[in-house]
Nanobody
């Protein structure tokens, strides 16, 4: 069982930056692949980024690559999402998710077993 708690969301002007954190409970965090997803009002949840338990493999949404960076610190049981050059369309609730590394790193929300409660990111002009 893994419990995830996101933090770091808030309001920011377009062009600004935010860093989201996701703290995980449990002593086996280092065996979980982690993902970030987001959901804007009226839209489906979409993949943002994912990172292998080793930290050595990362996936990004093609539309976000270059602005967002996912990283993890297994010693701190935490995964991060650094978001730069934020745009109005980045406004959404951001969720972190975890899954044991059984089938490899995934971009699909259906593959993830554990989810945080989400943190709101609002980008304004």
């Amino acid at each position: 069982q893994v419990q995830l708690v996101e933090s770091g969301g808030g309001s920011v002007q377009a062009g600004g930056s935010l860093r989201l954190s996701c703290a995980a409970s449990g002593r086996t965090f280092s065996s979980y692949n982690m993902g970030w997803f987001r959901q804007a009002p009226g839209k489906e949840r979409e993949f943002v980024a994912a990172i292998h338990w080793s930290g050595g493999i990362t996936y990004y949404s093609d539309s976000l690559k270059g602005r967002f960076t996912i990283s993890r610190d297994n010693a701190k049981n935490t995964v991060y999402l650094q978001m730069n050059s934020l745009k109005l369309e980045d406004t959404a609730v951001y969720y972190c998710a975890a899954v044991r590394d059984t089938y490899g790193l995934s971009r699909s929300s259906a593959q993830y077993d554990y989810w945080g409660q989400g943190t709101q990111v609002t980008v304004s002009s």
